[in-house]
């Protein structure tokens, strides 16, 4: 009796250190997410401009966690390679600041996205690395970094143009957000520390040939594809929600609130989404996420009032959790073990690297000849081409050890 319970506690204490690694995870991917973009409109870039950026930062994902995840596998433990993205993130982020050109912002935005890109993919490794000790949820553990995301939004609320604890004449700057980023990073690096470690057999050859065999796999590629397509489409909306929603008169102070609004959705999806994908299974799971972006991307290309803005933004819930979840799942049932970090870092190149720096373009150019709407309608039916594409994968379940 004892033992369970020394046991019980063990695993309350690894789940709550991960949990809390994923909120200071997400808070700062909260402010470049909202606010960035935003930054780079009031610096007088075309829309076009801020799409290159977007693919500029996506192109570093196609190189640099594949990089960082073979170190991580290597080493076998993510904690010091990811302890240093987060800090290498922090440290270059306010560069932004000092950028005023284009190609200035250019190269601050491959620095950045240099470090910034494998912090996620790495952090899902440890994470399901862990899972067994940690409770075995997935979900209920990655759902707190959703809490970072809406805590650093609506905090920031207070303190930006139009917020109550707005300063005097600080009119549109962002400075804020900038701080913010750095502070959060520098704690995360230092929580990680806390954080239980796995150490994984390394093996000394056969990491080429495992890898090999993966991309062989049919079933696999025909899933990079289909969330690659689907990343692409989802970009318009990543690139030009805040952009969007400035158009419509938002206030920088409510700016976040709709963001948060999605995320809260996603939260409230994931709490349930392990019975949900033992009930419906990864493929079904990840073609409702799917489709629930594509619709959120048509019904942003009309002029909708902002309570049915503030309503489609419930749609997060599909398009990121229930899509992610899946993928997550799908992932682990088909890479081994030894190449966890590794598999993470293909999605996050092939997918967020390869369909964000196709994705960004597309929205940017679309946006720029067109306007945002037309973006959004384009890309509402690119989305729905990625889920024609994922009704052709196979249900694949999780080895029992997993």
Same mark, same amino acid.
């Given at each position: 009796?004892?033992?369970?319970?020394?046991?019980?506690?063990?695993?309350?204490?690894?789940?709550?250190?991960?949990?809390?690694?994923?909120?200071?995870?997400?808070?700062?991917?909260?402010?470049?997410?909202?606010?960035?973009?935003?930054? @780079?409109?009031?610096?007088?870039?075309?829309?076009?401009?801020? /799409?290159?950026?977007?693919?500029? /930062?996506?192109?570093?994902?196609?190189?640099?966690?594949?990089?960082?995840?073979?170190? &991580?596998?290597?080493?076998?433990?993510?904690?010091?390679? *990811? &302890?240093?993205?987060?800090?290498?993130?922090?440290?270059?982020?306010?560069?932004? !600041? !000092?950028?005023?050109?284009?190609?200035?912002?250019?190269?601050?935005?491959?620095?950045?996205?240099?470090?910034?890109?494998?912090?996620?993919? !790495?952090?899902?490794?440890?994470?399901?690395?862990? *899972?067994?000790?940690?409770?075995?949820?997935?979900?209920?553990?990655?759902?707190?970094?959703?809490?970072? @995301?809406?805590?650093?939004?609506?905090?920031?609320?207070?303190?930006?143009?139009?917020?109550?604890?707005?300063?005097?004449?600080?009119?549109?700057?962002?400075?804020?957000?900038?701080?913010?980023?750095?502070?959060?990073?520098? &704690?995360?690096?230092?929580? *990680?520390?806390?954080?239980?470690?796995?150490?994984?057999?390394?093996?000394?050859?056969?990491?080429?040939?495992?890898?090999?065999?993966?991309?062989?796999?049919?079933?696999?590629?025909?899933?990079?594809?289909?969330?690659?397509?689907?990343?692409?489409?989802?970009?318009?909306?990543?690139?030009?929600?805040?952009?969007?929603?400035?158009?419509?008169?938002?206030?920088?102070?409510?700016?976040?609130?709709?963001?948060?609004?999605?995320?809260?959705?996603?939260?409230?999806?994931?709490?349930?989404?392990?019975?949900?994908?033992?009930?419906?299974?990864?493929?079904?799971?990840?073609?409702?996420?799917?489709?629930?972006?594509?619709?959120? !991307?048509?019904?942003?290309?009309?002029?909708?009032?902002?309570?049915?803005?503030?309503?489609?933004?419930?749609?997060?819930?599909?398009?990121?959790?229930?899509?992610?979840?899946?993928?997550?799942?799908?992932?682990?049932?088909?890479?081994?073990?030894?190449?966890?970090?590794?598999?993470?870092?293909?999605?996050?190149?092939?997918?967020?690297?390869?369909?964000?720096?196709?994705?960004?373009?597309?929205?940017?150019?679309?946006?720029?000849?067109?306007?945002?709407?037309?973006?959004?309608?384009?890309?509402?039916?690119? &989305?729905?081409?990625?889920?024609?594409?994922?009704? @052709?994968?196979?249900?694949?379940?999780?080895?029992?050890?997993?």
């Amino acid at each position: 009796m004892r033992g369970d319970h020394s046991e019980w506690r063990t695993t309350t204490s690894a789940a709550k250190r991960l949990q809390a690694h994923y909120f200071l995870l997400f808070a700062p991917f909260a402010i470049a997410t909202t606010y960035q973009n935003l930054h @780079f409109k009031r610096l007088g870039f075309s829309n076009s401009q801020i /799409g290159t950026l977007g693919a500029v /930062g996506a192109i570093l994902m196609v190189v640099s966690p594949p990089l960082w995840g073979y170190v &991580a596998d290597r080493l076998g433990d993510q904690r010091r390679p *990811l &302890a240093l993205l987060l800090l290498a993130s922090g440290a270059t982020y306010p560069l932004f !600041l !000092l950028t005023r050109s284009f190609v200035a912002a250019a190269v601050a935005q491959v620095l950045f996205s240099c470090f910034y890109a494998p912090c996620i993919a !790495l952090t899902d490794a440890l994470v399901l690395g862990q *899972l067994e000790g940690a409770g075995g949820d997935y979900g209920r553990l990655r759902l707190w970094g959703s809490v970072g @995301f809406i805590c650093a939004l609506l905090a920031f609320g207070l303190f930006l143009g139009g917020g109550p604890l707005a300063p005097r004449g600080a009119g549109a700057s962002l400075t804020l957000t900038f701080v913010a980023f750095v502070a959060i990073r520098v &704690a995360n690096a230092a929580w *990680l520390l806390l954080v239980p470690g796995e150490r994984v057999q390394v093996r000394p050859t056969g990491y080429r040939r495992d890898y090999g065999q993966l991309l062989r796999d049919r079933a696999f590629l025909l899933f990079l594809l289909s969330a690659l397509v689907s990343t692409a489409a989802l970009r318009a909306y990543y690139v030009f929600f805040s952009i969007y929603l400035d158009g419509l008169g938002v206030a920088d102070s409510l700016k976040g609130a709709f963001w948060s609004l999605g995320v809260a959705a996603e939260v409230v999806f994931m709490l349930f989404a392990g019975r949900v994908l033992r009930r419906i299974g990864m493929r079904r799971m990840l073609l409702l996420g799917m489709a629930g972006g594509a619709l959120r !991307l048509l019904l942003f290309s009309f002029a909708l009032p902002l309570g049915v803005v503030a309503l489609a933004q419930l749609l997060h819930a599909l398009a990121f959790a229930a899509v992610h979840i899946a993928a997550m799942a799908f992932i682990t049932a088909s890479v081994p073990d030894r190449l966890r970090a590794s598999g993470q870092a293909a999605y996050a190149a092939v997918v967020g690297g390869v369909g964000g720096t196709a994705g960004s373009r597309l929205a940017g150019d679309l946006s720029q000849g067109f306007g945002i709407p037309y973006a959004f309608r384009a890309c509402a039916f690119v &989305a729905g081409a990625a889920v024609l594409l994922a009704a @052709f994968l196979p249900e694949r379940k999780p080895a029992p050890e997993r």
